[in-house]
């Protein structure tokens, strides 16, 4: 499958601390594509650089073929390119149904917002029964699924995951997965950082292990998941 976004040797980080060194990688269209690796490798400083929160020192990023690596967030949004962050995030004193207005801010997405939203609805019915209650009010795995509703309010063709399992329940983690399948179905590419390796790599197609700001190995996720080395070090196994 052609890629829908390519990173070539980037390297990036904050103020003189880098921590990103030599790291290139690719998202096949349609697919869903996990970076994993320990605490401090890197993988939050990634999703910043590939969404223009930071910009990298050196290195390139190319997002449906046309190269994004100087434009602003804000711009990458309104190209398709999403980000839910890691924490959730969301503006405690807005409503589920404000929330899912802001989330429509990019101009291609404002005209049907109502209709999206209606959709949101189904595809998460928790957050139709709290769509007048405060976003700071719901619980970690409400708030969860209300940043995934806010994301794909944007009309992304490409949503980035950081850590969306994080403080979880597992019961809530499933079913946050779950959605994950929902959304590659209707056509939205993923690409996530997760802690929980495992069910990262069963769900992704391709995968990459990031360690100390550097790619150590890649390759198709079910060929990573059988590696001992892998399973070692991430699974204890």
Known sequence: MPSILEAHRLYAGYGEVRVLKDVSLHVAQGSITA??????????????????????????????????????????????????????LVFPDFTVDETLRVGAFPPHARH???????????????????????????SGGEQQMLVLARGLMSKPTLLLLDEPSLGLAPAMADEVFEKLHDIRIQGVTICIVEQNVYAALQMADYGYILENGQINAEGPAAELLAMDSIREAYLGL
Not at 42 to 70: C, N, W, Y
Not at 119 to 138: D, I, T, W
Request: glycine content about 10%; overall charge positive.
């Open 35 to 88: 970076v994993i690796g320990s605490n401090g490798a890197g993988k939050t400083t990634l999703m910043r650089t590939l969404t223009g929160l930071i910009s990298p020192e050196q290195g390139s990023i190319t997002f449906e073929q046309a190269d994004v690596t100087r434009l602003p967030a804000h711009i990458r949004v309104e190209k398709g390119l999403a980000l839910i962050p890691e924490g959730r």
């Open 112 to 138: 049907d917002w109502k209709t999206r939203a209606d959709q949101m609805y189904a595809m998460f019915p928790r957050l139709r029964e709290r769509r007048n209650v405060r976003a700071g009010s719901l």
